[in-house]
């Protein structure tokens, strides 16, 4: 029984001494390394769909954000025009001349109004006119 235990043993340090067994464990080490790669490369692949899924979510909130302020400055558009038709019918009647409110758009997006004599240039004391006229419209 030594023998065979002995001739096993024996077996065994010659294989674990030859190249091949070298060359396999390199190889199991290698594909160990592989496997780790691949898990790694798999999470990122994960991890880039789930933010273009995040991006795809932000871009059409953004996209329905984008419809809504159109749509609320159509409507500020019109109650401008609607505000325009009391504001310079008043401003007519008190001070004999015609104002209007318009808003322009900068280019980061913010709205700027302004208040303007039709046809003529406002001076100091216009202002307070102006003013009052536009409190009540």
Do not use: C, P
Request: cysteine-free; glycine content about 6%.
């Amino acid at each position: 029984m030594f023998t065979l235990q002995a001739k096993e043993k024996d077996e065994i340090g010659t294989l674990v001494r030859s190249a091949e067994f070298a060359k396999a464990l390199e190889l199991r080490a290698d594909l160990q390394e592989k496997l780790k790669e691949l898990g790694s490369l798999e999470q990122d692949l994960r991890d880039i769909r789930e933010l273009k899924a995040k991006i795809g979510h932000a871009d059409k909130r953004l996209e329905e954000t984008r419809e809504q302020i159109e749509k609320e400055k159509s409507q500020l558009r019109d109650r401008v025009s609607v505000f325009n038709k009391y504001f310079s019918e008043l401003s007519k009647s008190l001070y004999g001349e015609q104002y209007l409110l318009h808003f322009d758009e900068t280019n980061r997006g913010a709205l700027t109004f302004q208040l303007a004599a039709a046809g003529s240039n406002v001076g100091a004391g216009k202002k307070a006119s102006q003013t009052a006229a536009f409190d009540l419209a």
